[in-house]
Structure formats: structure tokens, C-alpha cells
């Protein structure tokens, strides 16, 4: 497979030459009307050489894929922390009498409210078409309640694939390499800027187009695999039992995720927007595309720009003997949209935000009840509301199997843990109270710890010559400096985002 890679020229150096030239003919020619003849006739000569250069590499990787295959054990999903997650969570004991606050202790200041219309008020458009060629069969679909338009090439579901094997794996190539992919792919890239999609919503996105496109999981996917390989995206495809398997080594690991290990990286088996399949063993095939190097990013900077649908939560908590309740609305759309989302990196999951409606009742409820408050009396105002507003299962019990919610589906579901629950907390302190905030992760259990302008009693960890406090958002009634007791002799990892 090497010299699938390394015999022909780089596809970007091709195009700086072509625009170079391109350039140079342009200035030299630019008032001869005889000279535009000759100039067109050299334009349609290199559109036609880069096509053979287009066809020949595709030519090769075809006999490539007739050729070389082999079977490969698959080996069980990674699992990240294997001890036991306490089924039981411990109610803290009345905290003992605190000495009084400094009297130069940070005082919370005014809490900057997230500027959002209600969508009730302004409806946010669906994204608008892709300002490209308009050619080809018009398909229209919903994206979790939002339309889109994709014009896609009829050869694309010319001859469907009637049973799996190295011959009509190659020859799905072949079709595909023949079609007007070009137009299909900055179709998706203009829907992954106005969606606002990440590497993973993006072959999400393309997923679904092929389901639309060819009516099945096993086209669908074999279509994945081609986009993404053209698009520059290191991706194999294997199969098995009749079956295609989608195979991408990733920027962060993954968990509960088969994979293959194939010259020293991981290649997870990608279901997108599907439940996984179990598999032993796969046919697939050593080396890649020509030029397609790139891994999958599954860090989630921002939230997809797609439908809101928003459902409402009610929560309640007490704290000093005050009552509070308030609902905040989730927006479902989000939550069908991660809901076969990987497990991956705690960090990922600490460092994602909530959605902006969300964001903005919750910071509007709290806002009045934190500001003019202490820092330490703010954080375990924090803490009570997590501790006690969500009912505890661990993941097995509530999905049988190991889940982490993202902040804004911890609203969703009805059962929570102490991931999720950290997960939360940590954005609050950083939202509402400007913190900073530092991941404990103990064997079977996940907490986190804050850095406070001033010292007090309560127990700590000292991380980079800075102590940060222990706030337990899953032991109930605890306050800011109060550890679970299990975990009191426990030196846990520091996750840091």
C-alpha cells in the first residue's frame, strides 16, 4: 500500500502549480481576444490531465481493494475506569460550625446574562442551501427537525451493493470515484459551517444523506467511507457477516468502543447516529487513500445550529432553609443528536458548554440568588442544587451501560451520576462565579475541586503549588471542603480543562 501513497503527486501541490500558472497565463493574455481562444483551449487541456491524474489515482487504489485484504481480530472496547461505581450515595453529616469568613472574602459580583431570543419571540430559520451548483437529483430530509436540501449526482445509487465482499467493496469505489463527488462535498462543507457541525456531526450528517440516497445502513456507511477518504479523512472499511464496518483512528480515545489496531493506531468502529454492533473479527485492508491522513475530532467546542425543540425540566432544592424551584428548558433536538454519541476523554465532556437557550434560564434564576454572596456561600449553593435535584443511578442501571451526559442532557434524562453531576457543576462554577475548576477522578467515582480567592478549613488537594477545595456535587447536603468519606485517603487524578 505504500506505493498507493507515494507514487503520484500530492493533489494540493497540483493546484498551487495550476493556480500559478493559471495566474501567469491570465496576465500575459489579457486583451487578445485570439489569445482568450487559445487561453480556454489550455484551461479545458489541464482540466482534462488533472481528470486523468483524478482517475488514475482512484484506478490504483480500485486494484488496491481487489487485492489486498485480510482478517483482523477486533479487539473489546477500551474501558476507562473499571472500579465499581457506589450504588448507594451517602448523605453528609450537618456541617460543623464554620469559622467566620474573612472579612476581605470575594464577593460575587454582577452576573453577565447570555443575550438569546426566546425562539417563541424570533424563530431561528432553517440554514439556508448551499450557495453552490444546483445539479443533480434534489433530495430534501429533516436533520432532527431541520430541512435540508442536498443535490446529489444519479450515478451515486446507480447498481446497488447486493452482497459484501473485496469485489463489490472495490466496485462501490469505482461507481463513486465516477459521480460528481466534488459538488456533493462542498455541499457538506457549506452545511458544516452553517450547522456549525463538528468532525463527528459532519459524518453524521453524511450518514444520513446516504440513508436517504441508498435506502440502507450497509450503502450508507460504504458512502461515509468514501466521502470521508476524499475529503482527506484517514478511514478504512471492513467487513464481515455481511456486514460493513466503519473504521477511524481518533484525536482523543475512545471507550466501550471496538476498534482495530492497524500500524500503530486505533481504528474505532463508527456507528453514526445508530446503535453499535459486537463483531470478532473483520476483512479489511492495511494502508489508506492517497493524501488522506486527517483523524476524527470528537472534542464539542460549540452545539450544532439545528431545529430547537425546547422541553421543559422542573427543579427544586433548599438551602439555609430556603426553598427554590424553577424549570429550565433542554432542547430535544440536541439530545437525539448525542444520543449514540461516543464515550471519550472526561476532559471533552468538562470542557463542552450547555446550549445557549438553556443557558440563559438558568443563569437568569440564579443570577438574583448568588450575587452579593461570598464565593464559598455561592459554591455550595451550587452544590446543593446538583446534589439534590437529579435522582442517582449509575449508567448501568439506568442504560446498561457505561453513558457520560453531557451537561445539558443531564436535564433530559431521568437518572444522573456522579460524572454528569461533575460535569454540571463545573460549568456553573465557571459560568456564574468565574472559578476555577479541576477534575478529581478516584477509582469508581468523579468529583472536582475549586480554587477560591481565600483559604479555609474543609479538605483540599494541592495541584501546580495551587490548593484547590473538594466540592462533591454527588455527596448529598456536602459542602465546599467535604470529601466522601470512602474517598478521604484516596489520592485521585487531576483533570485539568
Not at 116 to 124: G, L, R
Not at 193 to 215: A, I
Not at 473 to 480: C, E, M, V
Request: proline share 7%; charged share 25%.
Amino acid at each position: 500500500m505504500q506505493k498507493v501513497r507515494t507514487m503520484l503527486p500530492d493533489t494540493r501541490m497540483l493546484f498551487r502549480r495550476l493556480f500559478i500558472m493559471l495566474s501567469a497565463v491570465m496576465l500575459f493574455f489579457h486583451s487578445s481576444g485570439e489569445a482568450q481562444t487559445d487561453f480556454d483551449e489550455w484551461i479545458k487541456t489541464e482540466k482534462d490531465s488533472f481528470q486523468e491524474y483524478r482517475d488514475a489515482r482512484d484506478a490504483e487504489f480500485v486494484g488496491f481493494l481487489k487485492e489486498q485484504w485480510e482478517e483482523f481480530e477486533v479487539f473489546t472496547g477500551l474501558v476507562r475506569d473499571p472500579s465499581p461505581k457506589p450504588t448507594e450515595i451517602p448523605t453528609a453529616p450537618p456541617a460543623p460550625a464554620e469559622d467566620p469568613e474573612p472579612s476581605d472574602s470575594r464577593i460575587i459580583p454582577e452576573i453577565p446574562i447570555l443575550e438569546y431570543i426566546e425562539p417563541s419571540q424570533e424563530p431561528v430559520p432553517p440554514p439556508q442551501e448551499p450557495d453552490i451548483k444546483k445539479k443533480g437529483e434534489k433530495i430534501e430530509f429533516l436533520l432532527h427537525q431541520t430541512p435540508l436540501i442536498i443535490y446529489v449526482d444519479p450515478a451515486f445509487h446507480a447498481t446497488p451493493v447486493s452482497s459484501l465482499d473485496k469485489d463489490a467493496i472495490s466496485g462501490f469505489w469505482s461507481r463513486m470515484s465516477q459521480a460528481d463527488y466534488e459538488n456533493l462535498i462542498e455541499q457538506f462543507n457549506a452545511y458544516r459551517v452553517s450547522l456549525n457541525l463538528n468532525d463527528w456531526g459532519l459524518f453524521y450528517l453524511v450518514h444520513q444523506t446516504g440513508l436517504y440516497v441508498f435506502k440502507n445502513t450497509t450503502e450508507a456507511g460504504l458512502f461515509v467511507w468514501f466521502v470521508s477518504s476524499k475529503m482527506g479523512y484517514d478511514t478504512r472499511i471492513g467487513y464481515g457477516r455481511d456486514k460493513a464496518y466503519l473504521l477511524m483512528p481518533c484525536s482523543s480515545t475512545l471507550y466501550g468502543v471496538q476498534y482495530l489496531s492497524l500500524e500503530n493506531r486505533k481504528y474505532y468502529a463508527m456507528f453514526f447516529g445508530q446503535v453499535a454492533e459486537s463483531f470478532e473479527s473483520i476483512y479489511t485492508y492495511k494502508g489508506s487513500y492517497p493524501q488522506s491522513d486527517r483523524v476524527i475530532d470528537i472534542s464539542i467546542p460549540e452545539f450544532p445550529r439545528i431545529n430547537i425543540s425546547l422541553n421543559p425540566r422542573n427543579l427544586s432544592f433548599v438551602y439555609d432553609n430556603n426553598e427554590y424551584s424553577f424549570t429550565v428548558s433542554y432542547n430535544k433536538s440536541l439530545i437525539e443528536f448525542f444520543k449514540y454519541y461516543p464515550q471519550t476523554d472526561l476532559k471533552v465532556y468538562f470542557q463542552a458548554g450547555i446550549s445557549p437557550e438553556t443557558e440563559s434560564e438558568l443563569v437568569r434564576f440564579l443570577k438574583p440568588i448568588l450575587e452579593g454572596r461570598s464565593e464559598k456561600e455561592a459554591v455550595d449553593i451550587l452544590l446543593r442544587l446538583v446534589q439534590t435535584s437529579f435522582d442517582y443511578k449509575t449508567d448501568d442501571e439506568q442504560f446498561g451501560m457505561e453513558k457520560y451526559l453531557l451537561p445539558m442532557e443531564t436535564f433530559y434524562y431521568p437518572y444522573s451520576d456522579c460524572e454528569d453531576r461533575s460535569f454540571m457543576f463545573a460549568w456553573l462554577v465557571k459560568r456564574l462565579l468565574g472559578l476555577e475548576v479541576v477534575g478529581l477522578d478516584y477509582p469508581g467515582h468523579l468529583a472536582t475541586a475549586v480554587k477560591f480567592s481565600n483559604d479555609f478549613k474543609g479538605d483540599f488537594i494541592i495541584h501546580n503549588s495551587k490548593k484547590y477545595i473538594v466540592c462533591d456535587p454527588t455527596y448529598i447536603n456536602a459542602i465546599a471542603g467535604m470529601a466522601m468519606p470512602v474517598y478521604n485517603n484516596v489520592k485521585p487524578a487531576i483533570i485539568l480543562f
